[in-house]
């Protein structure tokens, strides 16, 4: 049978029932305006925090912890099978997150053709306090130059320059959360100090904002001789290093490599934010059930608009196979139906989906939880639309197959009998 002729039933079908047709076709409008909206807000949130995360933090760092238990010594006196080793009241001695050889380390991992950047350091708690006001944070002993180049800080700075940090004494960048909770500006001068009581006057020489809300509320940079006057220690005390990668898909591999060399810790940026990313996998599993669940009432809605359709069009349907049409002819025609709903409806939903979205990404809406942000991030990959689109005719064209195969079956002469 030629096509024209079923296309021009098809088309006859739909504009007959104009209200139902468009109901069906705003189903999966809705459904794939919402995959793509739904999609690109969390992917865009993720993928922003992300991007921030690898651009903010060390692909690898390495540091003593100082939490690890140590087996007990007489383990190593009484290595027998057959010998049994108790000793009660264990107590750790104190231990100092200093890294031995920490620089003579740092040459080592210079070396290596995948790392891309290293930067020591030494961090530790302290009390930063500007007139009444005292906030508590970490401060981060840092080569400059070396920190810029890894975590490409001048970008971030709001206020003041990397520089100053070299040529101002005992100045301090602070994170933007930090400095407003203390109420500190440029060139303020402020006083730190440091757990073991040794206070440090210091002078705000730039203000830092991430993106990352956590780092931005706790961070401040000074020199590493500043950090080590705090900490009372000498010239050669880092207790962290810091490392960039050409390929950050290589960070586990390669942090397993370094713990087992050096007999130091060593947390990929993956391990360090493991909690956060599990938050995302469960939070990806809900978007992506809502979505198909929405998809599912609209197939559900052409179900019904399809089986009505059929059951109305009775004497049409013997009518057709009474003058030549076959079963597959029958059958196509209704299942046109549906993927003309689902072709059509698809086209406005992606249509919908790319405005919503955009006109979502423009609209200022400052964000602060994990990441801050003053827009939206809107991830705008065609993949999702293309997706989307996709899903919504496979899931038309389920819906519209039953009751597509069930026309095809109705047998003309029981019709017209029962007429």
């Not at 590493?224 to 220690?233: H, T």
């Not at 609209?298 to 004497?315: A, D, P, T």
């Not at 196979?321 to 406005?348: H, T």
């Not at 991030?377 to 639309?385: G, V």
Request: proline share 3%; no cysteine; aromatic share 10%.
């Amino acid at each position: 049978m030629s096509r024209f002729p079923i296309l021009k039933i098809v088309l006859t079908h739909l504009t007959g029932r104009k209200r139902q047709t468009l109901v069906s076709m705003l189903g999966v409008t809705f459904g794939i305006t919402v995959f793509i909206f739904q999609a690109g807000v969390i992917t865009g949130l993720q993928d922003f925090f992300i991007e921030k995360t690898i651009d903010s933090t060390a692909h690898i760092h390495i540091y003593r912890d100082t939490n690890l238990k140590s087996d007990p010594l007489l383990n190593d006196l009484y290595t027998g099978d057959d010998t049994w080793v108790s000793v009660s009241n264990i107590r750790s001695k104190d231990q100092l997150p200093k890294l031995k050889r920490g620089m003579q380390i740092v040459d080592i991992l210079e070396e290596y053709p995948e790392v891309s950047g290293v930067s020591p350091g030494l961090s530790t708690q302290a009390i930063f306090k500007l007139g009444i006001a005292d906030v508590s944070g970490i401060i981060n002993g840092v080569n400059i130059r070396r920190e810029n180049r890894l975590f490409s800080l001048e970008e971030d700075l709001t206020a003041g320059s990397i520089i100053r940090m070299e040529t101002v004494p005992n100045g301090v960048i602070m994170g933007s959360g930090l400095a407003e909770s203390l109420g500190a500006e440029l060139n303020d001068n402020l006083s730190v100090v440091s757990p073991g009581g040794i206070t440090l006057q210091m002078k705000v020489v730039g203000i830092l904002e991430t993106g990352l809300r956590e780092l931005d509320n706790s961070r401040a940079y000074s020199s590493i001789r500043n950090a080590q006057k705090l900490m009372s220690v000498t010239g050669n005390y880092i207790t962290d290093i810091n490392l960039k990668l050409h390929d950050i898909d290589r960070a586990g591999v390669l942090a397993d490599e370094f713990q087992k060399r050096f007999g130091y810790t060593a947390e990929d940026w993956k391990e360090v934010n493991e909690g956060i990313f599990s938050v995302f996998r469960i939070q990806n599993i809900v978007t992506y059930l809502v979505i198909i669940s929405i998809l599912l009432v609209s197939g559900f809605g052409i179900f019904n608009v399809l089986s009505m359709m059929i059951y109305e069009k009775m004497n049409d349907i013997a009518i057709l196979k009474s003058i030549g049409y076959s079963d597959k002819d029958v059958r196509n025609i209704f299942l046109l139906e549906a993927l003309f709903i689902g072709f059509a409806g698809g086209l406005v939903g992606l249509v919908t989906g790319f405005i919503i979205s955009w006109v979502t990404s423009v609209i200022p809406a400052n964000i602060e939880g994990f990441v801050t942000s003053e827009y939206l991030t809107i991830n705008f990959d065609p993949a999702f639309y293309l997706l989307a689109f996709a899903f919504g005719l496979v899931a038309t064209a389920i819906a519209g197959y039953l009751p597509a195969l069930k026309a095809s079956k109705i047998d003309p002469i029981e019709i017209i009998r029962t007429q």
